[in-house]
């Protein structure tokens, strides 16, 4: 019926029957104890009205009275609150095994990169049935990422990381649109979601890709000359990146924080904001050097090694991807406390 309704969106994920369930509860009570008001005041503007020769009585309170009107709004507000609490909870935590895609908003478009390194613009394809988390960030002003199909919306923030996630119902094409103002061509910052059959997906997202994101971000990683001081074996100046990822990390401070996507962004970025305990503050930083897709290659790359550190085989073919790394990088290595003066960078620009 809901969908048979001009004003009422399409219900194309699994949290949009949710959300809706408890919007239309808010519209039932705020509408039904806006007509108990409504009546309230007629009936007692009526009731109590001035009359000729009638003299008014004073009306002494009634506990029980009192005690009702305010229980009875605070059980309201209490099932409001722990129903809304569930819904944020489950809408703000993904799926441990959810198909992961990067998206770097940017006046006034949707960059999108798929894991498997595909890359997309104001488009994103999805298949229908599958967890999908969206890893993003703001190349410059603060927009919101908005699919009213799905019923979901979330601010992208430039310098961090911000995540969302839905799983498709419904094969179609539903609307993308950045909720939050942005400059003046805000209103043209829009693109489709793109939601297919598994077949259809995986044959579109198996063709024309340069490779995965990862294995951009392993090429970055040795370019850059990461693998010089990040190495497997206790000759390294750099933190062990083997298995990093989701675990707590030791600072300097004394802090223990979990090496998270933001984690390992800022230490990229600005690794000094973080120093882990034990190693010396000799990492350039690379903010300005390296765009916003670059950063999502070597996070990308970094949590692939720290997922293939699970198994003892897997975790052999991390060591020899970084050891491979090192040998590439150990022709151009410089002193731990600078970079590579020759060192290409990706658009041209230099590490200094």
């Not at 519209?27 to 001035?50: D, K, Q, S, Y």
């Not at 006046?107 to 390194?117: D, F, I, R, T």
């Amino acid at each position: 019926m809901l969908n048979n309704f001009p004003l009422w969106p399409d219900q194309a994920s699994t949290m949009a029957h949710r959300v809706d369930a408890l919007y239309i509860f808010l519209l039932v009570v705020t509408g039904m104890m806006a007509l108990l008001v409504c009546t309230c005041v007629i009936f007692f503007a009526a009731r109590f009205r001035h009359r000729p020769g009638v003299r008014a009585e004073q009306i002494e309170g009634s506990i029980p009275l009192e005690i009702t009107w305010s229980a009875i709004p605070l059980l309201v507000f209490m099932v409001i609150f722990a129903w809304g609490a569930v819904v944020y909870f489950k809408e703000r935590t993904p799926p441990a095994d959810a198909t992961e895609v990067y998206v770097v908003a940017k006046q006034w478009m949707w960059k999108v990169e798929h894991a498997e390194g595909q890359r997309e613009i104001n488009e994103l394809h999805v298949p229908v049935g599958r967890d999908v988390k969206l890893i993003m960030t703001s190349q410059d002003v603060i927009h919101s990422f908005y699919i009213p199909a799905f019923r979901i919306k979330q601010d992208v923030l430039p310098g961090r990381y911000t995540v969302e996630w839905f799983r498709a119902t419904k094969p179609g094409v539903y609307h993308l649109f950045c909720a939050e103002y942005c400059g003046t061509q805000h209103s043209g910052m829009v693109g489709d979601i793109v939601v297919m059959e598994p077949a259809q997906y995986e044959a579109w997202i198996n063709g024309g890709t340069t490779g995965p994101l990862s294995t951009t971000g392993e090429k970055m990683f040795a370019e850059l000359g990461c693998a010089t001081c990040h190495r497997t074996d206790t000759q390294g100046r750099g933190p062990n990146l083997l298995g990093v990822f989701g675990k707590p990390v030791q600072l300097e401070d004394g802090r223990t924080v979990t090496a998270d996507e933001n984690y390992l962004r800022e230490c990229i970025l600005d690794p000094g904001a973080k120093r882990v305990k034990g190693f010396q503050p000799i990492m350039p930083t690379f903010q300005g050097l390296v765009s916003e897709e670059q950063v999502n290659a070597l996070v990308a790359y970094i949590k692939k090694i720290s997922t293939a550190d699970q198994s003892d085989g897997a975790k052999t073919s991390a060591s020899k991807a970084i050891s491979q790394a090192t040998d590439r990088a150990q022709p151009n290595q410089a002193q731990p406390n600078q970079a590579q003066p020759n060192q290409a960078q990706p658009n041209g620009s230099q590490v200094q």
